[in-house]
């Protein structure tokens, strides 16, 4: 088992930023390619961005690409989601995910997911 745990949410205005974390804990965090995925209310959750075991092959949502970096610290068990140039439009709940395979975008294949951290932007 691994547990999750995001933070790092809250309100920011357009063109701002936030960096949210998210905390491992469990089995060996750096056996599981990690992933973010956000979902607003009464829509399907959507893929950000993931990243693998090593901390390579950073993949993005062509929504954030150029915003948003993915990056992890193994020996921290953490994992993170720099937010740059925010805009209203980003609004959402975001949730890590962890997956011992690399498929990012399938969420159906992360076994393990965070309660999620609430992000506000303003216009």
């Known amino acids: 088992q691994v547990q999750l745990v995001e933070s790092g949410g809250g309100l920011v205005q357009a063109g701002g930023s936030l960096r949210l974390s998210c905390a491992a804990s469990?089995?060996?965090?750096?056996?599981?390619?990690m992933g973010w995925f956000r979902q607003a209310p009464g829509k399907e959750r959507e893929f950000i961005a993931a990243i693998r075991w090593s901390g390579g092959n950073p993949y993005y949502a062509a929504s954030v690409q150029g915003r948003f970096t993915i990056s992890r610290d193994n020996a921290k068990n953490t994992g993170y989601l720099q937010m740059n140039s925010l805009k209203p439009e980003d609004k959402d709940v975001y949730y890590c995910?962890?997956?011992?395979?690399?498929?990012?975008?399938?969420?159906?294949?992360?076994?393990?997911w965070g309660q999620g951290t609430q992000v506000t932007v303003s216009s």
């Open positions: 995910a962890a997956s011992n395979r690399w498929v990012p975008t399938n969420e159906v294949l992360y076994h393990y």
């Open positions: 469990g089995r060996t965090f750096s056996s599981y390619a």
